[in-house]
């Protein structure tokens, strides 16, 4: 009897060994050859002014949460970044890492420089996932143009710097106005190269700029969702009332570092 079980059960994880294999060679797909050139440069122009890029500039703060585990409230003029994690930990911090405050759920204090990079880390994928495709001009950035097999062009991104894994591709799909539609990453943080994921449910905050609020990976791995999203010109529009950052900024008696991009809002993927 416990023989016939053991192979029962050696049978089953096998099944789903080669269910794991089979998926993953389903969904890779290899990263093209291109070399960056100007057309390149032309068409990531086409895709930030289908999504409204220029407006960002003048988007002081916002607001969102990601596949219903993180929330951010992210104050771009001063550079300050608030994740609240599932578990209901709040941390604060500054984009170039200076300093950081955190409590748990108890309302305890927490000093954990873990829990501070694990914060900065997810704010870094999660904003990616939020405004990808404003990022396609950053420095350390090269773009070049792709033949897709459908006779379309696709634009490949390399991200050479910045953010918490460099060394990141993307190979962005749109339709004819620009708008991304589906991008392929070829990425650290995930074991399949080329996984395909979708950018849907374009909405245009009050700011001005476009987001996608929708992706798919694969055939249905995940759907990542960006949803609570908000934009104001400042801070104190979005959130009215006491500084949520006042506790940060009481550590120090100094102005809060601010970095340029891409570091606020980097090359990094994870679902």
């Known amino acids: 009897m416990l023989k016939t ?11 789903v060994v080669l269910g794991v294999v089979g998926l993953v060679l389903t969904l890779r797909h290899p990263m093209p050859e291109a070399a960056p050139s100007a057309e390149g440069d032309a068409l990531a122009q086409k895709v930030l002014s289908a999504v409204a890029a220029q407006h960002w500039a003048k988007t002081g703060a916002v607001t969102w ?5 993180n929330t951010h409230l992210w104050d771009r003029q001063r550079g300050l970044v608030r ?3 599932a578990n209901g930990t709040v941390v604060l911090l500054d984009e170039a890492r ?3 405050w955190a409590r748990d759920v108890s309302g ?4 954990s420089p873990v829990l501070a990079e694990n914060a900065w880390k997810s704010w870094v994928n999660d904003a990616f996932w939020m405004m990808g495709p404003a990022k396609l001009m950053d420095p350390g950035t090269t773009r070049a143009v792709v033949a897709l097999p459908d006779g379309g062009q696709g634009l490949l ?13 993307y190979l962005w799909m749109f339709g004819p106005d620009g708008t991304p539609t589906a991008w392929r990453m070829w990425v650290s ?19 001005g700029v476009r987001v996608a609020r929708q992706h798919v990976l694969g055939n249905g791995l995940a759907r990542p969702a960006v949803t609570n999203l908000r934009a104001a010109a400042t801070l104190a529009q979005l959130v009215p009332g006491e500084d949520p950052f006042a506790a940060l900024l009481a550590q120090q008696d100094v102005e809060p570092t601010r970095v ?5 809002a980097p090359s990094n993927a994870q679902p």
């Open 108 to 111: 305890a204090m927490v000093t």
């Open 189 to 207: 943080v995930l074991p399949i190269p080329g996984l395909l994921a979708t950018w849907e449910d374009w909405i245009t905050l009050d700011t």
């Open 65 to 69: 949460t990601f596949s219903g585990r």
């Open 260 to 264: 340029e991009q891409p570091q606020s």
């Open 98 to 100: 200076t300093r950081s």
């Open 5 to 15: 079980v053991l192979k029962v059960v050696a049978g089953l994880v096998l099944l």
């Open 157 to 169: 991104v390399r991200y050479a710097s910045g953010g918490a894994t460099p060394g990141d591709s």
């Open 83 to 85: 994740v609240t994690f």
